[in-house]
């Protein structure tokens, strides 16, 4: 089985994971952080997803859920996921809060 090749946004230190199931970047001051595709998902603060918390019809979880897509917008990053959901806007400051423990 051929992995596809890890998908990189342009002039960026992000770059997806060959399995596309995670995201790194570098962080200000040299670190690196990792979040899950599913972390991700849960966390996307977009219209729709926040709408859809309110609603109370929001998923617990996103199993197998992929990264197949990432564009550097420069202050933030927007991903595209597997189930076909890309409005997702994350700002890096917000990237790196997510990875925190
Ligand atoms: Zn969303």
Same mark, same amino acid.
């Given at each position: ?6 998908? #990189?946004?342009? /002039? ?5 994971? !060959?399995?596309?199931?995670? @995201? *790194?970047?570098? #962080?200000?001051? /040299? ?5 899950? !595709?599913?972390?991700?998902? @849960? *966390? ?58």
């Amino acid at each position: 089985m051929s992995m596809p090749p890890p998908i #990189a946004a342009e /002039g960026t230190n992000c770059e997806v994971s !060959a399995d596309l199931a995670s @995201l *790194s970047m570098l #962080a200000s001051g /040299g670190s690196r952080v990792t979040l899950t !595709a599913e972390k991700l998902r @849960l *966390s996307c603060k977009c219209a729709h997803c926040t709408r859809a918390r309110f609603d109370e019809r929001f998923p617990d979880g996103f199993p197998g859920i992929a990264i197949v897509g990432v564009a550097d917008l420069g202050y933030g990053l927007n991903i595209s996921f597997s189930d076909g959901h890309n409005r997702g806007i994350y700002p890096k400051s917000y990237l790196v809060h997510l990875a925190e423990p």
